[in-house]
C-alpha cells in the first residue's frame, strides 16, 4: 500500500495545480491591460475582470481532468523528461479545447494573445510548481520522512546492484534496513524484532534463484504481518493476480499487492466513507438520540459502549449502544462500576456454553446479559449505528472486514491475519452473506476474497444488500 507521505504529496498536487493554473490566466490577462502594452495594441474586447475571474475558475477545474488523463496524477515515479512531456501534452489539450469552443460558440472574447499567453505561463508555471513538489518530496525522503523500511533478501548481483542504487539515491524513497543472504527462523526473529522496532514496510526478495520454498515463507511471512513483498522477476510464480512491476537499477520487481484498493482508490473510499457517514449521522440523529435515552433509561450507565477493536496500526474503540446490563460490561470503560473479573469468568462460562461459532469469534445465543431494549438493538443491528462516527472519523470505513477484539485476535492464525490488509468496516461481504451464522473460516474467505477483488461497484452492491440481510436474517440473540 502506498505511504502517506506519497498520497499526501499526489493529493497536493491537485490544489496547486489548479491555483498555479488560475495565477497563469490572470497574468496573461494583467500582461494584455498593461499601459504600455495596450499603447502598443489597444484592448477592443469587453470582457471585464469579474466575468474573466469566473471563466478561468471553471476552465481551471476543467484542465483538471485533462491532467488526470495524461496521467499527471499517477502514484508511479516518473522521470523528470516523462514529467515535462505529460505537462505539454496535458496543457495543449486543454488549451485545443478552449480554441474549439471559442471558435464554434463565438463567445466570449478573440484576444490571440491573452490565449497564447495562457497556454505558455499555464506550461511554464506548472512545470516550476511540479519542480518545487518534486523537490520538497526528495529533500523529506532525504531526512528519512515517507521512506519505505526495506528488508533485501538475496546474494547475487542484482542484490548488489539495487543495494547501492537505493543507497546512492535515497529520493526512490526506500532505506534499506536490513540484509539477508537466506530465510531461515534465525533470520525470521531478526525480522520480527526489527519490525518491532523500526516497522519493516516492504521486504525484496532480489535473487531470483532462492529456492521456491524460501520465496513461499517470505510470502507468508509478509501476509502475517502486513509487509509488502516485491520480488526479481524469475522462477518465482504470482500468488494473486494483483501484481504491479517496478525497474530499478534495470532489474525487475514485480510487487504482489495484497488488495486494489491502493492509491487514488484509497482516496475516492475515503471520501465518500466521509460524505455518507456524515450525511447519515445528520439524518438518523433524532434516532441516535432516541436510542441513547431508551437504553439509559432501562439500565442507568453509558449509552455508548466502547468496545477495543484490531487494527494493523494497533487498537480503537469501536462505538456501539450498550446492550447489556451495565454489571455484565467489561473493559476499561466500566472498570469502576462492575467486577471485571466476575463478569470476564460469566461471559467465559457462557461462550463455552452457549456461542454458535467456532474458532476465535465468539457469538453468544439467547445471551442473558442482554436488556430488553438491548434485544432489540442487536436482532435489528441498531446498536452498530454509533459506528458511523469511527467512519466519520476514518478508524473504520462503511464497507469492509469486521474488526475484532484483541483476545480474539491472539487466536487467529497466519491466514486471519489477512484482514487487517485494509480497513475494517461497518458491513461487508461476510455480513450480507450469512452475518453471525457463517463459520468463522467461511467469513475470512468472503473478506479474503473482498480484499483482492475490491472495486467501488462491489461496495456500493454490499451497501444495497445490508439492510436486506438484516431484515431477513433470523435472530437468535
Same mark, same amino acid.
Given at each position: 500500500?502506498?505511504?502517506?507521505?506519497?498520497?499526501?504529496?499526489?493529493?497536493? !498536487?491537485?490544489?496547486?495545480?489548479?491555483?498555479?493554473?488560475?495565477?497563469?490566466?490572470?497574468?496573461?490577462?494583467?500582461?494584455?491591460?498593461?499601459?504600455?502594452?495596450?499603447?502598443?495594441?489597444?484592448?477592443?474586447?469587453?470582457?471585464?475582470?469579474?466575468?474573466?475571474?469566473?471563466?478561468?475558475?471553471?476552465?481551471?477545474?476543467?484542465?483538471?481532468?485533462?491532467?488526470?488523463?495524461?496521467?499527471?496524477?499517477? @502514484?508511479?515515479?516518473?522521470?523528470?523528461?516523462?514529467?515535462?512531456?505529460?505537462?505539454?501534452?496535458?496543457?495543449?489539450?486543454?488549451?485545443?479545447?478552449?480554441?474549439?469552443?471559442?471558435?464554434?460558440?463565438?463567445?466570449?472574447?478573440?484576444?490571440?494573445?491573452?490565449?497564447?499567453?495562457?497556454?505558455? @505561463?499555464?506550461?511554464?508555471?506548472?512545470?516550476?510548481?511540479?519542480?518545487?513538489?518534486?523537490?520538497?518530496?526528495?529533500?523529506?525522503? !532525504?531526512?528519512?520522512?515517507?521512506?519505505?523500511?526495506?528488508?533485501?533478501?538475496?546474494?547475487? &548481483?542484482?542484490?548488489?546492484?539495487?543495494i547501492k542504487t537505493f543507497r546512492e539515491q535515497p529520493q526512490l524513497g526506500y532505506k534499506v534496513i536490513a540484509h539477508l543472504e537466506k530465510f531461515d527462523e534465525d533470520d525470521k526473529e531478526k525480522l520480527l524484532k526489527s519490525h518491532e522496532e523500526k516497522g519493516i514496510d516492504e521486504i525484496i526478495q532480489t535473487d531470483s534463484s532462492l529456492p521456491r520454498r524460501v520465496s513461499s515463507a517470505l510470502l507468508d511471512f509478509t501476509y502475517e504481518h502486513n509487509i509488502i513483498f516485491k520480488y526479481a522477476a524469475g522462477q518465482f510464480e504470482s500468488r494473486t493476480t494483483n501484481v504491479e512491476v517496478h525497474m530499478?537499477?534495470?532489474?525487475?520487481?514485480?510487487?504482489?499487492?495484497?488488495?486494489?484498493?491502493?492509491?487514488?482508490?484509497?482516496?475516492?473510499?475515503?471520501?465518500?466513507?466521509?460524505?455518507?457517514?456524515?450525511?447519515?449521522?445528520?439524518?438518523?440523529?433524532?434516532?441516535?438520540?432516541?436510542?441513547?435515552?431508551?437504553?439509559?433509561?432501562?439500565?442507568?450507565?453509558?449509552?455508548?459502549?466502547?468496545?477495543?477493536?484490531?487494527?494493523?496500526?494497533?487498537?480503537?474503540?469501536?462505538?456501539?449502544?450498550?446492550?447489556?446490563?451495565? &454489571?455484565?460490561?467489561?473493559?476499561?470503560?466500566?472498570?469502576?462500576?462492575?467486577?471485571?473479573?466476575?463478569?470476564?469468568?460469566?461471559?467465559?462460562?457462557?461462550? &463455552? !456454553?452457549?456461542?454458535?461459532?467456532?474458532?476465535?469469534?465468539?457469538?453468544?445465543?439467547?445471551?442473558?446479559?442482554?436488556?430488553?431494549?438491548?434485544?432489540?438493538?442487536?436482532?435489528?443491528?441498531?446498536?452498530?449505528?454509533?459506528?458511523?462516527?469511527?467512519?466519520?472519523?476514518?478508524?473504520?470505513?462503511?464497507?469492509?472486514?469486521?474488526?475484532?477484539?484483541?483476545?480474539?485476535?491472539?487466536?487467529?492464525?497466519?491466514?486471519?491475519?489477512?484482514?487487517?490488509?485494509? &480497513?475494517?468496516?461497518?458491513?461487508?461481504?461476510?455480513?450480507?452473506?450469512?452475518?453471525?451464522?457463517?463459520?468463522?473460516?467461511?467469513?475470512?474467505?468472503?473478506?479474503?476474497?473482498?480484499?483482492?477483488?475490491?472495486?467501488?461497484?462491489?461496495?456500493? =452492491?454490499?451497501?444495497?444488500?445490508?439492510? =436486506?440481510?438484516?431484515?431477513?436474517?433470523?435472530?437468535?440473540?
Amino acid at each position: 500500500m502506498k505511504k502517506q507521505a506519497e498520497l499526501f504529496f499526489t493529493f497536493l !498536487k491537485i490544489p496547486l495545480d489548479y491555483l498555479t493554473l488560475i495565477l497563469a490566466a490572470i497574468i496573461a490577462y494583467s500582461i494584455r491591460h498593461f499601459q504600455p502594452v495596450q499603447e502598443i495594441r489597444p484592448v477592443i474586447f469587453d470582457l471585464p475582470t469579474k466575468n474573466y475571474l469566473s471563466f478561468v475558475l471553471l476552465i481551471a477545474a476543467i484542465w483538471l481532468v485533462f491532467f488526470a488523463w495524461a496521467g499527471l496524477y499517477s @502514484f508511479a515515479k516518473r522521470k523528470i523528461t516523462d514529467e515535462l512531456a505529460k505537462i505539454i501534452l496535458a496543457c495543449s489539450t486543454g488549451m485545443t479545447a478552449i480554441i474549439i469552443y471559442m471558435f464554434f460558440v463565438r463567445e466570449l472574447f478573440s484576444s490571440r494573445f491573452i490565449v497564447l499567453a495562457a497556454w505558455i @505561463f499555464s506550461i511554464i508555471f506548472i512545470i516550476i510548481e511540479r519542480g518545487v513538489v518534486r523537490k520538497f518530496q526528495n529533500l523529506t525522503l !532525504k531526512h528519512g520522512w515517507g521512506n519505505h523500511h526495506v528488508v533485501i533478501v538475496g546474494n547475487d &548481483k542484482n542484490t548488489e546492484e539495487i543495494i547501492k542504487t537505493f543507497r546512492e539515491q535515497p529520493q526512490l524513497g526506500y532505506k534499506v534496513i536490513a540484509h539477508l543472504e537466506k530465510f531461515d527462523e534465525d533470520d525470521k526473529e531478526k525480522l520480527l524484532k526489527s519490525h518491532e522496532e523500526k516497522g519493516i514496510d516492504e521486504i525484496i526478495q532480489t535473487d531470483s534463484s532462492l529456492p521456491r520454498r524460501v520465496s513461499s515463507a517470505l510470502l507468508d511471512f509478509t501476509y502475517e504481518h502486513n509487509i509488502i513483498f516485491k520480488y526479481a522477476a524469475g522462477q518465482f510464480e504470482s500468488r494473486t493476480t494483483n501484481v504491479e512491476v517496478h525497474m530499478i537499477a534495470g532489474v525487475p520487481l514485480v510487487e504482489i499487492k495484497k488488495t486494489k484498493l491502493d492509491g487514488w482508490e484509497k482516496i475516492i473510499k475515503r471520501v465518500i466513507d466521509f460524505i455518507f457517514s456524515t450525511i447519515l449521522i445528520v439524518i438518523l440523529s433524532p434516532l441516535l438520540v432516541l436510542i441513547a435515552i431508551l437504553v439509559r433509561l432501562e439500565n442507568w450507565g453509558p449509552a455508548i459502549y466502547k468496545n477495543e477493536r484490531v487494527t494493523t496500526r494497533g487498537t480503537f474503540n469501536v462505538y456501539k449502544f450498550r446492550s447489556m446490563y451495565v &454489571k455484565y460490561c467489561t473493559g476499561q470503560q466500566f472498570e469502576k462500576q462492575t467486577d471485571q473479573k466476575k463478569a470476564l469468568e460469566f461471559e467465559q462460562a457462557l461462550i &463455552k !456454553k452457549q456461542s454458535e461459532r467456532h474458532g476465535p469469534v465468539y457469538k453468544i445465543l439467547h445471551d442473558p446479559r442482554r436488556t430488553i431494549i438491548g434485544r432489540f438493538l442487536e436482532c435489528t443491528s441498531l446498536d452498530e449505528l454509533p459506528q458511523l462516527f469511527n467512519v466519520w472519523l476514518g478508524q473504520m470505513s462503511l464497507v469492509g472486514p469486521r474488526p475484532h477484539q484483541p483476545r480474539e485476535v491472539e487466536k487467529y492464525e497466519k491466514h486471519h491475519r489477512r484482514v487487517f490488509d485494509i &480497513k475494517p468496516g461497518v458491513t461487508g461481504l461476510a455480513q450480507i452473506s450469512g452475518r453471525s451464522d457463517l463459520d468463522f473460516e467461511e467469513e475470512v474467505k468472503l473478506d479474503t476474497y473482498y480484499i483482492e477483488n475490491w472495486s467501488l461497484k462491489l461496495d456500493f =452492491w454490499i451497501l444495497l444488500k445490508t439492510p =436486506w440481510g438484516v431484515l431477513t436474517r433470523k435472530s437468535k440473540v
